[in-house]
């Protein structure tokens, strides 16, 4: 009970510093795009009897703008309060912080947080900041994103940004973080753990070690990434050469079956796209269903119905093939290059390697269906083009007219051809990020029929949806493109 009284009192005291602050954070003249993180060093230390998490951040940021800044902008989760900040050498750096609404989205509150450095940040000038922060996590579904049920709990806990659980380039604004781009980043991740638990991340373990709070694990990232995660339980680990499967000790014929499907899938992939770059090592790490599968750059987040039912391995395949991704650079991406190829290649492996007959034809069928009663849910949506999906939040639509879209581009195009175009894309423009426009002008341009109309009835206008709602399927789409 005391522990409680104390939380609501500390969180009542963020949610009265965030009225204090509103109009300060509102009025901002930093955006996240000025603001570009090159590394983290960070330790988090969940306290499972206090439900707790304390963290310990050590940031570096640069300048990418033409002016100086003033302060950083960062943002953490709406009940984890900043106890300190300091510079690199130790001196205390003035922040402000206050819990604020995100103004064009009222339901999703966070701690908005501005550290001043010494001075103001030259342009091009870099700068490392450190945070020592406490709270609690008590997850985002009030929001509308169920899968964000993030708490510290002794059977499962997983520490991701999702639910900003470490301080994050950001302003209280949710259009204005997702234009700035992803930030890629370097990170060096420790978590304290008392010695029955596994750590599991997608970096490199690069040590271990037992202390009087238990023990500590440190990883690396492999690859330059942009996020960080961290799922905590008694889990086991499954390992063959580079890639390493962690899950619940119930699920270990599951995992065997993961990790196979894993391995088919790179193998498959690679086949098609050619090798990844700098290749060296991979992990899938189970957690509980409901959670909300998720990828970054060298690892999976996968719910536990893939280990559970070999008809889930699908989501393997969907995840494994974002390793292919380029990312998108738009100010506000469709995800149709990302989520549109994801499940439709899913569809294609669960064929191919899984067996499924049909399983392509099914899938497109589904898609179709999907979108049917998204768009009856959402008529305005129908006028919707795939390139403004971003720019309207329907990037859900994707994953179903997107994958449709991607079984003709297949189709138009051929196996072979399809399949070379998609890996010198990710060739050419993996380290840097592309446009949705040089995306379509590449395959345009390594594609043996003109795409031009199929890009703009299914990319740039919406005369497509208007088909599909009208009741055709994969064949009459099909036939709209074959030779004449």
Known sequence: MRLMQTSILLITAGLALGLSGCSRARNSSVTPAQVKVLNYDLHLTPDFVNSGLTGCCVLTVENRSGKPLPYIPLLLYRALFVDRSRDENGRKLRFRQGVSSFRDWGEYQANAIQVYPSRPLAPGESATIQLDYHGWLMGYAETGMRYIRDRVQEDFTILRPDCLVYPSVGVPEWAANRSAGLQWFDYTLRVTVPPEYTVANGGR???????????????????????????????????????????????EAGARRVMQAMNDALGRYSGWFGPLEDFRGFAVIEIPEGWGSQADVTSIIQTAAAFRNPDNLHQVYHEISHQWNVEAIDPLPSRLESEGMATYLQYRLLEEIGGRKGALEKGVRHCLERFRRQCGDNPAAADVPMADYGSHKLTGLSYTKGMVFFALLNRFMGDDAFGAAVGSFYRRYHRDGATLEQFTDHFQSNSPRDLRGLFRDWIYESRSSRWILNGEGWKELKNRYEEA
């Open 205 to 251: 373990e690069v040590e271990r070690i037992a202390g009087v709070g238990g023990v500590t694990w440190a990883f690396r990232n492999i690859r330059r990434a942009w996020r960080m995660d961290a799922a905590i339980s008694r889990y086991r680990v499954l390992r063959k050469g580079n890639s390493r499967v962690y899950y619940f000790p119930e699920d």
